[in-house]
């Protein structure tokens, strides 16, 4: 049975960091619908994407249908033990490179994973215990590997460094409402399995775009991760790609698609559950076939081409996409377009809500000892890197004198 958006989606603060303030039209909003009792019809397509999922993640140990092994639970203890284990502190000092701006999508990937990843991650924040509190993020970073944990456990610290870096759970609605207006990219309903989808229009965007434009994409996706429903063991997301008006001016370039792959693989790994290019032009296929080499097989494969013109395509996307969540001009009976007046008072509902549950949740994790301890580890041990420099220099000076 599908996943509407009539269920308690009610999002996860592991997925939620707190950053910035609640803006005030989300706060003066008497909007009826809210994270913790949505209230959006049942099996309709609706004016709004579905509420975040703030319900604490289970251990997999309690998520059915997981069909994990022994052995394979016990590299998730593992890797969770590890990532406990790290001292947290208060704030870790920015240092953010400056870029340039490139295509539409380039704000996803507009640091390189190489500006960020040969940084060892030696502490977290509270944000980032929240977000790796999940243990389905360290589950998809184990199977992405195969299972092999010292590749998982290299990469979920490179995607901390560049989170940390790139800060996209942080992105206020704010910063990116205008941009949204255009109705490039948006998230509506979920598909059989429960997997939010998430529409991309790029023949809304000019072939040139501002910051704004770049960071609303990754806006979009961390707003999608949050409303997956956690507790369910879901944790992938539905791309539908409508290339309707895309023209070959709107290509991105050869050096952006290598970005592409790479923030995709490496820093959200197997988040794709499927992806289907709707309606793509003739001369979409050598761009296709450049990136193809690139994916990983597994996220190659999960990529489907169709034409909502021929019966039998339609009908197979069909069977995975519900009919009320497939707009009307791709052959489903959703009839509702992007409202931006709509969609985004309730974004800001939904931004408000969890910065109010963020806030509150971290709140708590200050009085919890287990938390507290890790704290005073993280001050201890900046003191001993503070006096390595005067070690090292107090034994070169013996070793000289000797």
């Known amino acids: 049975m599908a996943l509407v958006e009539g269920e308690a989606f009610v999002g996860s603060a592991a997925n939620t960091p707190a950053c910035g ?12 619908t809210s994270c913790s009792s949505p209230a959006l ?13 703030l319900a604490p993640s289970p251990p997999l140990e309690f998520v059915d249908g997981l069909n994990l092994t022994d052995a394979q639970l016990a590299k998730v203890r593992a890797l969770r033990a590890l990532v406990d284990a790290l001292p947290i502190v208060e704030e870790i000092p920015e240092e953010a490179p400056a870029v340039k701006d490139k295509g539409w999508l380039s704000g996803l990937f507009s640091r ?37 944990q010292n590749q998982a456990q290299q990469q979920l610290m490179q995607t901390i460094a560049w989170r940390r870096n790139r800060k996209p759970h942080c992105i206020h609605p704010d910063d990116v409402k ?9 998230r509506k309903g979920f598909d059989i399995h429960g997997h939010p989808i998430v529409y991309f229009k790029p023949g809304r965007e000019p072939a040139q775009s501002t910051k704004a434009a770049q960071e609303y994409t990754l806006y979009t996706m961390e707003k999608a991760i949050q409303s997956i429903n956690k507790a369910k063991g879901r944790d992938q997301l539905v791309f539908l790609v409508d290339f309707t008006g895309f023209s070959i001016t709107q290509v991105p370039s050869m050096d952006l698609s290598k970005e592409v792959v790479n923030i995709l693989n490496d820093h959200y790994t197997d988040i794709l559950a499927k992806a289907y290019m709707l309606d793509a032009p003739s001369y979409f296929d050598a761009v296709w076939k450049f990136v193809k080499v690139m994916l990983h097989p597994l996220t190659a494969s999960k990529v489907e081409f169709i034409q909502t013109s021929n019966k039998k395509q339609l009908a197979k996307l069909m069977e995975h996409i519900p009919a009320e969540f497939l707009e009307e001009s791709l052959g489903g009976s959703c009839g509702v377009v992007y409202d931006h007046q709509k969609y985004w008072m309730a974004e800001d509902k939904y931004h408000a809500d969890i910065a109010r549950h963020t806030k509150d949740t971290i709140a708590k994790m200050k009085e919890d000892e287990a938390f507290i301890g890790r704290l005073q580890t993280a001050t201890s041990l900046q003191l001993a890197a503070a006096q390595e420099p005067l070690l090292a220099k107090s ?4 070793s000289e004198e000797q």
Do not use: Q
């Open 178 to 186: 205008a941009t949204a207006a255009r109705g490039s990219v948006y």
């Open 41 to 53: 019809p049942k099996n309709v397509c609706a004016n709004t994407g579905p509420p975040p999922f």
């Open 395 to 398: 034994t070169t000076e013996t």
């Open 21 to 32: 303030a609640v803006s005030k039209a989300a706060s003066d909003s008497d909007m009826a």
């Open 112 to 148: 390189s994973s190489s500006n960020v990843t040969k940084k060892e991650v030696r502490e977290l924040t509270w944000e980032e215990v929240l977000w790796l509190a999940n243990d389905l993020v360290l589950w998809r970073y184990l199977r992405s590997y195969s299972w092999d």
